[in-house]
């Protein structure tokens, strides 16, 4: 049950988009297409981002994508905006093993 | 509203116990798979541990199984987190967690978290 790997950080200005990575293996992010991504501010709960790769849930702003190839998911924030400072976490469904989260991104909005 | 109140957290010291209670309101607890995620000061999300919503398909992540045990009560509306022979890396903030719509495990609901501090 090793953690996926996040980059330790991204950043972008105000309109820009980012895109922060997740790298996983053929036993949990590569074998499923239950990766979800979360949205957390440090202090509050953590909120869904993302489901099943790329599918949002209700009330996310469509700024927010989610993307899969191979052994690597992918969100991508389009018009960043300063409240989109946070902690971004992706994780993936492991069958019967439970559930497996990537060590987290910090994104920070210049 | 989806509501999910965690409690039981506090102060202890290792090897001793500790339960956490979640209280679920706003939707029918009885129906939905429930997690346990934690966050150690200053690091990441972890996976705990689920249950299914009839209290059976168990499972734990490597680093509590044998220490923890998970159960619900469907009849009060609430998740448990048994914790025995706590270690100084158990220290973190424990959430419960709802389980989504998505196909696989995804947490659409979050309490906002109870904190545990083991130390001596």
């Known amino acids: 049950q090793s953690a996926l790997t996040q980059p330790a950080s991204v950043s972008g200005s105000p309109g820009q988009s980012i895109t922060i990575s997740c790298t996983g293996t053929s036993s949990d992010l590569g074998g499923f297409n239950y990766v979800s991504w979360y949205q957390h501010h440090p202090g509050k709960a953590p909120k869904l981002m993302i489901y099943d790769v790329s599918n949002r849930p209700s009330g996310v702003s469509n700024r927010f994508s989610g993307s899969k190839s191979g052994n690597t998911a992918s969100l991508t924030i389009s018009g960043l905006q300063a409240e989109d400072e946070a902690d971004y976490y992706c994780?993936?469904?492991?069958?019967?093993?439970?559930?497996?989260f990537g060590g987290g991104t910090k994104l920070t909005v210049l | 509203e989806v509501q999910l109140v965690e409690s039981g957290g506090g102060i202890v010291q290792p090897g001793e116990s500790l339960r956490l209670s979640c209280a679920a309101s706003g939707f029918t607890f009885s129906r939905y798979w429930m997690h346990w995620v934690r966050q150690a000061p200053g690091k990441g999300l972890v996976w705990v541990s689920r249950?299914?919503?009839?209290?059976?398909?168990?499972a734990y992540a490597d680093s509590v199984k044998g220490r923890f045990t998970i159960s619900r009560d469907n009849a009060k509306n609430t998740l448990y987190l048994q914790m025995n022979s706590l270690r100084v890396e158990d220290t973190a903030v424990y959430y419960c967690?709802?389980?989504?719509?998505?196909?696989?495990?995804?947490?659409?609901?979050w309490g906002q978290g109870t904190l545990v501090t083991v130390s001596s």
């Open positions: 994780s993936s469904h492991i069958s019967i093993l439970g559930v497996v």
């Open positions: 967690a709802r389980d989504g719509v998505g196909s696989g495990h995804d947490f659409d609901s």
């Open positions: 249950i299914k919503s009839d209290g059976t398909a168990i």
